[in-house]
């Protein structure tokens, strides 16, 4: 009897003891959870009856889809665990207030939005990298009207978008605030970004911009759309429709989100 009380003490200990080692692991489970990043949207620009701009010979949306099937394979190579969603993997047109949709449904943590540029000066060339907030010159202004031009081209633009005069002061405050809670994360992707493009890649970095993009809109995460490269520019159009400038402009991207990565889970 006496042993057996001995055994059941030790037991119960030893039973204390393994239950203050798993409460304790749990804890710290649930403190790394909390900052890993889970799901990533990558918005390939455009599609179907939008081609986007164009070169000579690429449109906008054939490369944007290019680059963003890449961009997410990479990823999800490095990330196994990452759930990566696509708002579209094929040549389809989607709303734009549809893919912050499906970045917000999803719970996303992350939303970066695949584009090209394009410039009636043709000597125009390099890479910019958009937040939401209010442009600071005409030519990110004009930026932000080319990609939300596409609204129009929507059945019930209006409806969605409230508001149709972007342009207005008013209207770009409007569409600033909006982000204003992603600002500083949004922001530090996107230099990481330029920063890769800048070290990676033969494209000259033109750097992290704002504007008022309705793609960026309504997201609840932090939100980067990257213009790649001036379709407009005849040498840069021709490296951005090689599958190696896409290859180099993808590892650029998903080099910048790992590391973006290990700075908000650390
Ligand atoms: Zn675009």
Redesign the pocket.
């Known amino acids: 009897m006496l042993n057996f009380l001995k055994w059941s003490i030790g037991a119960g200990a030893l039973w204390l003891l393994t239950s203050a080692f798993v409460l304790q692991d749990e804890a710290e489970t649930t403190e790394t959870n909390k900052n890993r990043l889970k799901t990533v949207v990558i918005d390939a ?2 599609g179907g009856k939008d081609p ?2 164009r070169g000579l010979k690429y449109k ?1 949306k054939d490369i ?1 889809l290019k680059i963003a099937l890449l961009v997410g394979q990479k990823i999800a190579d490095d990330f196994p665990e990452l759930n990566v969603i696509y708002t579209r993997k094929t040549d389809k047109f989607v709303d734009l207030h549809v893919r912050s949709d499906i970045a917000n449904r999803n719970k996303a943590d992350l939303f970066i939005s695949i ?2 540029n394009a410039n009636l000066t043709k000597t125009i060339r390099g890479t910019e990298t958009y937040t939401m907030g209010v442009h600071k010159s005409a030519d990110n202004l004009a930026v932000a009207k ?2 939300n031009d596409v609204i129009f081209q929507e059945s019930n633009y209006k409806k969605n978008y409230k508001s149709t005069d972007l342009d207005s002061p008013l209207g770009q405050m409007m569409l600033a605030t909006y982000q204003s809670a992603y600002m500083v994360n949004s922001v530090r992707l996107a230099s990481k970004v330029e920063r890769n493009f800048k070290r990676n890649t033969p494209l000259k970095s033109l750097g992290v911009k704002q504007a008022g993009f309705l793609v960026l809109w309504e997201t609840a995460m932090p939100s980067i759309l990257v ?1 790649t490269g001036f379709l407009s520019n005849p040498s840069e159009e021709i490296y951005l429709g090689s599958s190696e400038g896409q290859d180099t402009i993808a590892q650029a991207i998903a080099q910048a989100f790992a590391s973006y990565k290990t700075d908000m889970e650390r």
């Open positions: 620009g455009h986007g701009t906008e944007a584009h090209c080319r990609e213009e």
